[in-house]
């Protein structure tokens, strides 16, 4: 394994992910379009994976089929060594709950709710009580820096404070992956340093995280770095390879 | 479950006070409608309970007779009359009665004036037999009620009612005073006990007169028409009573089979049955006018919660995408639909009886207003389910948005 051992790391060698000849059409008009075009991929625990190409090189595809909000048409998909691919929609939602964090580019935080309220709302589809769903929450927000924060709205935070709260709400429900699309786009460099900095320290504390991105500073950050071209792995490169 | 649910609540909460005015202009068709109808069942209903008590006093077991004329007879200027020889028909040979009366009232208005000293006031005046204290129960509270010999000797004396002691300004109660009747002197052996009112109008202002002197003061020149009231011995055996009743005043009359009744027999519970179905017909129609008016303002709030759930896409796409199934956006949505008519339904609910209790106490002699328990839960349980109803569609739109399209939407 090229990744540097991390405080944590499992030592388990059975993939998080695993993706073996992952297909995705869309039909527009009549004409098919191949977003992904069989994508074969292993992503271990405690990975920190960049995922790059450029717009139209099946990079947001790729990030739906792993995040399960989208299925893919043919191939399949074991998360954490269970069978996805062929799951229906109240099961994806539950793999979405309990198996994966999303950050997104725009935050998406859930404007009239307060930052604490926020990440508790992942808590609230486990059917776990108010005073449980509040404690993990307030944790979790203490874990990214903002325990002193936590009754405010979104729209009373600043860039960076908004992008730890939805980190704080992807971690709350402990996930097998963090899954992160653009999660510095929006953010101006000292705060991209600032959440690339939070990542590392999530990493180091033994949590599996893809970033799918465009900018190769970021890009450049992770240990691995996979690149997707026409619907297909063009590398897949781990830190100390040399680049081809 | 229970979770969810409250969640759902909460957030519903936060979603309409995100859009307060909005939301208020949404529920304002519920709110109408409520406030309306139980503006009129307020009413309505502080009138019946109030009628019912007073009808209840005039006593189940007692029966007016009257004469009747049908239209048309009126137009041929033939009118019906019951007179002495009905009363005794009726005294004589209907079993079960234990007191009757005749009641004379003043054919015109020349004996319907009264007068005190330089004071005049319009009332009725009726003449009575001596039973008529033991059909009716009015008891005088001052002075005494006319004997035997105030009727054959057809006294000048009369029983007056509080309010006409008022409206003429006797000195003291009134008893032993000369009052005018018509052209002629009355003397006061009696105040009638108050009573109130009924329908608004006063039943203290009446002038009573011994049967045989109102017949004098009338003069006999004129043929009479007279009421009969009369009190059954046994309340159980009331219909069997008016039956007989009807039969002998039939036979009396000389009406041949299928001639219609030129008389009227009238029981208290008849009354009481007949206002009863004039307002249960308020009420009805108070009904199809709310029923109306939730499925208004039901439509206004689909329409709102169409708009919301597209304005509200991408949370729902971040929903979707934090692990919420089909069925919990479907409840969130659908809770809020159901928040947003009942907080509607409560305030219509408040408005109404605001709007009932002003209106009973603005007119006068209007009884208080009385809001039932079955027309709040009607009226709250309707709008909840017009918020199911209504809301169903909005949430089912919310709940089939693909979580990509959703997240995507700006």
């Not at chain 1, 992910?17 to 994508?39: C, K, N």
């Not at chain 2, 189940?60 to 004469?67: G, I, Q």
């Not at chain 2, 009638?192 to 329908?199: D, K, S």
Request: aromatic share 6%.
């Amino acid at each position: 394994m090229a990744a540097p051992a991390a405080v944590g790391a499992a030592a388990d060698p059975t993939p998080v992910i695993a993706l073996r000849g992952i297909r995705r059409e869309y039909r527009m008009g009549d004409q098919t379009v191949h977003a992904l075009a069989g994508v074969d991929l292993d992503i271990g625990r405690n990975e920190y994976v960049a995922v790059i190409g450029a717009s139209g090189s099946g990079k947001s595809s790729l990030m739906n089929v792993l995040g399960c909000l989208d299925r893919p048409s043919a191939g399949t998909y074991c998360l954490n060594g269970r069978d996805v691919a062929g799951m229906n929609e109240a099961e994806l939602a539950r793999v979405r709950n309990r198996d994966i964090g999303f950050i997104f580019q725009s935050f998406n935080l859930l404007p009239r709710a307060s930052a604490l309220h926020n990440v508790m709302q992942p808590l609230v589809y486990r059917r776990l009580p108010i005073a449980r769903r509040r404690a993990l929450a307030t944790r979790a927000l203490e874990r990214v820096g903002l325990g002193s924060r936590m009754d405010h709205l979104p729209n009373q935070l600043s860039g960076g404070q908004r992008q730890r709260v939805a980190v704080a709400r992807a971690l709350v429900g402990e996930p097998a992956i963090l899954l992160a699309d653009e999660p510095t786009g929006n953010l101006d460099s000292a705060t991209t340093v600032e959440i690339m900095g939070l990542f590392d320290q999530l990493h180091a504390a033994g949590q599996t995280i893809i970033i799918v991105t465009h900018e190769p500073e970021i890009a450049e950050h992770c240990h691995r770095v996979i690149r997707l071209r026409d619907g297909t792995v063009e590398y897949d490169r781990r830190r100390g390879e040399p680049a081809p | 479950m229970i979770a969810i649910a409250l969640d759902s609540l909460r957030s519903a909460f936060d979603a309409i006070r995100a859009h307060g005015l909005r939301s208020f202009l949404t529920t304002l068709g519920i709110i109408i409608g409520v406030a309306a109808v139980i503006a009129v069942i307020s009413i309505v209903q502080g009138l019946s309970h109030t009628v019912n008590a007073q009808f209840q006093g005039l006593g189940a077991d007692t029966v007016t007779v009257r004469s009747y004329t049908p239209f048309a007879q009126a137009m041929r200027g033939r009118f019906a009359r019951l007179d002495e020889g009905d009363l005794r028909a009726v005294r004589h040979r209907v079993e079960g009665i234990s007191h009757i009366t005749p009641v004379l009232f003043s054919p015109d208005g020349r004996t319907g004036q009264v007068g005190y000293r330089s004071r005049n006031h319009f009332t009725q005046v009726l003449g009575v037999g001596p039973a008529y204290i033991d059909v009716t129960g009015v008891m005088p509270q001052e002075g005494r009620f006319f004997s035997r010999s105030d009727e054959e000797r057809r006294r000048m004396v009369c029983l007056i009612g509080t309010e006409v002691a008022e409206q003429l300004e006797l000195p003291g109660s009134g008893l032993g005073e000369f009052i005018r009747v018509g052209d002629d002197w009355c003397r006061v052996i009696g105040v009638l006990e108050t009573r109130g009112e009924l329908f608004g109008m006063s039943q203290d202002d009446l002038v009573l007169l011994p049967y045989s002197t109102m017949q004098r003061l009338i003069g006999t020149s004129r043929r009479l028409d007279i009421q009969i009231q009369l009190r059954v011995d046994d309340v159980d055996r009331m219909d069997e009573a008016t039956e007989r009743l009807r039969r002998v005043l039939r036979q009396q009359r000389g009406l041949r089979p299928g001639q219609a009744d030129d008389f009227r027999v009238q029981t208290a519970e008849q009354l009481t049955e007949s206002f009863n179905s004039i307002l249960n017909t308020v009420t009805a129609v108070a009904a199809g006018i709310v029923g109306i008016s939730l499925l208004v303002g039901g439509i206004g709030i689909m329409n709102i919660m169409l708009v919301s759930v597209t304005e509200r896409t991408r949370e729902i796409g971040i929903l979707k995408a934090l692990g919420a199934t089909r069925g919990d956006i479907l409840l969130q949505f659908l809770i809020e639909a159901v928040l947003l008519s009942v907080l509607g339904g409560l305030i219509g609910l408040a408005i109404g009886y605001g709007v009932g209790a002003l209106a009973a106490m603005l007119l006068p002699g209007f009884p208080p207003a009385h809001v039932p328990m079955w027309a709040i839960v009607l009226s709250v349980g309707f709008s909840a389910g017009v918020g199911i109803v209504f809301g169903i569609l909005p949430a089912a739109k919310a709940a089939q948005l693909d979580p990509i399209e959703a997240l995507r939407y700006e």
